[in-house]
């Protein structure tokens, strides 16, 4: 946006409070669940709703990413907190309008202040969604937002490619045929 002087601002684009709403959902389903996982499943340590597929398990994650880094908490933190700035700031600020551009980044800011919340509160993150049958990490609903964010940023963003890809071969094949034309000429 250009001012009165002609020097250029930012501004926000877009509907910037939908994206803020999105993040501040998925944190607080996040912190609800792991109150829930600590009230709830922590005397018990698990449960199992699918037996030799899915269980609930407390666990507490001092680390990264399953458990990685444990022994560089204040480094990921550090890391965690300014690329939470940096994809705030971008989604709110810099980001072209596509809707599932701006959802995926609105999930992986509110997964990561989730993350974050326990990690500064608790010095762990609570884990409880355990998939012992194929998978052997146990993670939460945070993880998951940041995981589903970055899912659909990779599908947006391998879509915007082929887009841009065909748009050029449509453009090859209309300038071969037009140089082709020409030579019958």
Same mark, same amino acid.
């Not at 607080?28 to 669940?33: K, L, M, N, V, Y």
């Not at 300014?82 to 992986?108: C, D, K, M, P």
């Not at 609570?126 to 998939?131: A, T």
């Not at 940041?146 to 300038?175: H, P």
């Given at each position: ?6 020097? @250029? ?11 803020? $709403? ?11 669940? @792991? ?6 499943? @922590? ?11 899915? @269980? ?18 204040? +480094?990921? %933190? ?5 690329? $939470? +700035? ?21 999930? +992986? ?6 993350? %974050? ?8 993150? $609570? #884990? %409880? +969604? #355990? ?11 945070? #993880? ?42």
């Amino acid at each position: 946006m250009t001012g009165t002087n002609g020097n @250029k601002r930012l501004c926000m684009r877009g509907r910037p409070w939908l994206w803020l $709403i999105l993040s501040l959902a998925s944190v607080t389903i996040d912190q609800i669940s @792991k109150w829930l996982c600590v009230t709830y499943l @922590k005397p018990v340590s698990s449960v199992t709703l699918i037996p030799g597929l899915l @269980k609930l398990t407390y666990l507490q994650n001092e680390g990264a990413a399953f458990g990685s880094l444990s022994d560089h908490r204040w +480094i990921f %933190m550090i890391f965690s907190t300014v690329a $939470i +700035i940096g994809v705030t700031f971008y989604l709110l600020f810099l980001s072209e309008q596509n809707r599932w551009l701006r959802a995926s980044l609105a999930l +992986i800011v509110g997964g990561g202040i989730g993350n %974050m919340i326990d990690r500064i509160s608790l010095g762990y993150v $609570i #884990d %409880m +969604i #355990d998939f012992y049958g194929i998978w052997p990490y146990i993670f939460n609903v945070a #993880d998951s937002c940041v995981c589903v964010g970055a899912g659909i940023m990779v599908l947006y963003c391998g879509l915007e490619l082929y887009r841009e890809y065909k748009q050029g071969s449509n453009k090859a094949d209309e300038n071969s045929l037009s140089e082709s034309d020409g030579d019958k000429a």
